[in-house]
């Protein structure tokens, strides 16, 4: 089994959770008393939201390259970022720790073929909706992504920040939640990608009718699948 390096505290309440699919998946696969052979360095939040507060989203890669490194000296055989947005850094990290990555848009991007979906909903923190680096690896696999109007982006951005990231998840936020995933189905969408990895605890299959990628699962899945070989 591969030693996992998990970067994670982006936020902590998803972190826990990875750790939960990944060593259920390696038990579900391997059985016993097998868990995951797993490092975790997380990440003080509040640092990195300063750093975006002062519009320097740069500034948070030598805090996600110095963990990366820590795990790499701690003998870990690949890296998992645990945040969609952390994938921003991926390409350049990958070179910089000489490790392998395991992607989450890669992963999802695969998940969705599996349906023979090719337009999906991203919904995720504004980087992860505006910035390229998430969309452009969905469009190599064919999957064209639509994602809300500014203010709607605003808004989800908003409750990522100041309510899941501080292990809030209510109702009010939910059905608002749900009436933008309406919109987007109105607008195409065949599925909607759940691009931050606390927004699969607020918005639950049950909830909607259009199909739900959750990348929390889906990403442990993968990095599962890597684990064991």
């Given at each position: 089994m591969k030693k996992i390096g998990l970067i994670g505290g982006t936020g902590w309440v998803s972190t826990i959770e990875y750790y939960r699919?990944?060593?259920?998946?390696?038990?579900?696969?391997?059985?016993?008393?097998?868990?995951?052979?797993?490092?975790?360095?997380?990440?003080?939040?509040?640092?990195?939201?300063?750093?975006?507060?002062q519009d320097n989203i740069d500034g948070v890669y030598p805090m996600v390259l110095d963990a990366a490194k820590k795990l790499q000296s701690a003998d870990a055989d690949f890296i998992v970022l645990g945040a969609n947005t952390l994938h921003m850094f991926a390409d350049k990290l990958e070179t910089s720790v000489d490790l392998p990555?395991?992607?989450?848009?890669?992963?999802?991007?695969?998940?969705?073929?599996?349906?023979?979906?090719?337009?999906?909903?991203?919904?995720?923190?504004?980087?992860?909706?505006?910035?390229?680096?998430?969309?452009?690896?969905?469009?190599?696999?064919?999957?064209?992504?639509?994602?809300?109007?500014?203010?709607?982006?605003?808004?989800?951005?908003?409750?990522?920040?100041?309510?899941?990231?501080?292990?809030?998840f209510n109702d009010e936020t939910r059905e608002e939640f749900i009436s933008i995933i309406n919109d987007l189905e109105a607008k195409g969408a065949e599925g909607i990608v759940l691009g931050c990895t606390e927004i699969p605890l607020l918005v639950k299959q049950k909830d909607v009718k259009l199909p739900l990628f959750n990348t929390l699962e889906i990403h442990a899945d993968a990095v599962v699948d890597f684990a064991v070989g």
């Open positions: 699919f990944i060593n259920q998946g390696i038990n579900k696969k391997l059985g016993a008393l097998n868990s995951a052979h797993c490092l975790i360095y997380s990440l003080n939040y509040e640092e990195i939201d300063q750093l975006v507060k990555i395991v992607h989450i848009a890669d992963a999802t991007a695969g998940v969705i073929k599996q349906k023979n979906f090719t337009k999906v909903g991203l919904l995720g923190t504004r980087f992860t909706m505006e910035m390229d680096f998430y969309s452009t690896r969905l469009k190599r696999a064919g999957i064209e992504t639509l994602t809300p109007e500014k203010p709607v982006r605003d808004y989800i951005h908003d409750k990522i920040i100041n309510e899941m990231l501080h292990d809030n």
